[in-house]
């Protein structure tokens, strides 16, 4: 899923310098194509050029003018909390990360009464066996014949 900067301004989390599309969110950190993340100090700016494009930022009133080059630029008082505030929105409320589906459990999967297992996002393949107080949480695949102990 795409979005642009300019579709999230209802939001009220930022003012729009450049609007772009992008398609994750993410930190300087781990950066990736087509990301938006935030920069909210200089100390941030050499992770920043050294980042591969297109890239988006949440950024201050301050630093906005020197990230001319950037594809989308948003400016907030505080990014780090637009960005996050962003973030859970998009989880929340919107299919940006994917959508939800029923937890998958093969018939011939083993699993212990004592053992819990997220009513979503959970694919439990052909003869795995789960042992008591394994805890298995969202966006997990499981493949055929494992067995899990905790």
Do not use: W
């Amino acid at each position: 899923m795409r979005l642009s900067l300019s579709a999230l301004l209802p939001l009220g989390l930022f003012d729009l310098v450049a609007d772009v599309e992008f398609s994750t969110l993410g930190f300087l950190s781990m950066p990736r194509p087509d990301m938006l993340t935030f920069v909210e100090s200089r100390g941030m700016l050499k992770a920043l050029r050294a980042a591969p494009r297109p890239l988006s930022v949440i950024t201050t009133d301050e630093l906005a003018p020197t990230l001319a080059g950037l594809s989308g630029i948003a400016a907030a008082a505080d990014p780090r909390r637009a960005f996050f505030e962003l973030h859970n929105h998009l989880a929340r409320n919107t299919g940006f990360y994917g959508t939800h589906r029923p937890t998958h459990i093969d018939p011939t999967a083993e699993v212990d009464p004592a053992a819990s297992i997220a009513a979503t996002d959970v694919c439990v393949g052909p003869r795995t066996v789960i042992g008591p107080h394994v805890s298995i949480r969202g966006r997990c695949q499981i493949g055929a014949d494992v067995v899990l102990h905790s």
